[in-house]
């Protein structure tokens, strides 16, 4: 990919907002972080902004206590990661009035190339291997920005095992892993942590299990009550979809997720011949052939009755 344009600006300015999609994920937190510290490597004013709260699971990377939530005033460039349009990035005001120049750079499909510079590469794992590409030409890869570009791939490539696993992202982890990255120790903080609340999550959600068209369809409810009573986080949410995905001979997951009464966000995965971001699109959102979601306003009925006939009619289409 050529990132002349990217260099260009940076030649140019010299203060930077960066920043990714709400209900941050692994890819979002560990990109902005490393984007950030090198960005200040290079002597550059950078501030890391996120408008949630980083999850309790991403709080080692280093520097991720220095995400701000806002900021004020104006910036010469803001720098948006792993987000798929400007909406989801969570601003009140739109990025124009924010700062002067708006860079997008990430890796979904559905990406609405919302920047003044826009660097989309569907085919990176994750924004983090995209960034590893721009910042070692920009400066060197310190033990702190590996650990966050690290972290970028293998949450987005679930533990290096979703299909984005490629020989590409495998070498740039063998490079970071040689500048001293531990792959345990990060696995245990992404992956293997757990609250009592999230186990009980789990517990309650599984219990709402349901398997549809001959087995190929499996679906999650996760209620307002289910949270409430769990205890659990947002946070926690991620990942359960899984369980509904790994059940053999399940090609579609889907997730339903009730964030109020009326508001339905809803998660797609598919294991092999269902590309999901063509449903999620059907819906207003988007994402990846493996990996999709949309948000609803309906009830979760509503929303069942009406994303399941869609996913049905594509099994059934796509099968013949
Ligand atoms: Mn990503």
Not at 242 to 256: D, S
């Amino acid at each position: 990919m050529d990132f002349s344009a990217f260099y260009n600006i940076l030649a140019k300015y010299n203060s930077y907002i960066v920043t990714s999609h709400i209900v941050p994920d692994g890819d979002g937190i560990g990109s902005v972080l490393a984007m950030m510290l090198a960005l200040q490597k290079a002597g550059k004013n950078a501030v890391a902004v996120v408008r949630d709260t980083v999850p309790d699971k991403y709080i080692f990377l280093p520097y991720a206590r220095t995400i701000k939530k806002d900021f004020d005033g104006k910036y010469d460039v803001i720098i948006s990661l792993d987000c798929g349009d400007e909406e989801r990035l969570g601003f009140e005001k739109p990025l124009k009035d924010l700062g002067k120049i708006v860079v997008n750079i990430d890796h979904h499909k559905s990406n609405t190339f919302f920047g003044d510079i826009n660097i989309i590469d569907c085919h990176a794992s994750s924004v983090g291997e995209i960034l590893y590409h721009i910042i070692k030409d920009l400066t060197i890869i310190d033990m702190d920005i590996a650990t966050n570009i690290y972290t970028s791939i293998i949450t987005d490539t679930g533990s290096l095992r979703y299909s984005n696993t490629t020989p590409s992202c495998l070498r740039i982890l063998a490079e970071l892993v040689e500048k001293g990255v531990k792959p345990d120790f990060i696995s245990r903080q992404v992956f293997e942590k757990r609250s009592i609340e999230s186990v009980n999550l789990i517990k309650m959600a599984l219990n709402t299990l349901e398997i549809l068209s001959d087995g190929m369809l499996a679906c999650i409810f996760i209620t307002k009550e289910i949270m409430e009573k769990s205890g659990a986080k947002e946070e926690d949410t991620d990942g359960i979809i899984n369980y509904a995905r790994e059940i053999e001979g399940v090609e579609v997951a889907v997730l339903f997720k009730e964030k109020e009464e009326g508001l339905i966000k809803v998660g797609f995965r598919s294991n092999d011949w269902i590309d999901v971001s063509k449903i999620a699109e059907e819906f207003g959102g988007g994402g990846h052939a493996r990996a999709a979601g949309c948000t609803l306003k309906a009830t979760l009925n509503e929303t069942r009755e009406n994303v399941l006939n869609s996913v049905k009619k594509y099994l059934a289409r796509e099968k013949s």
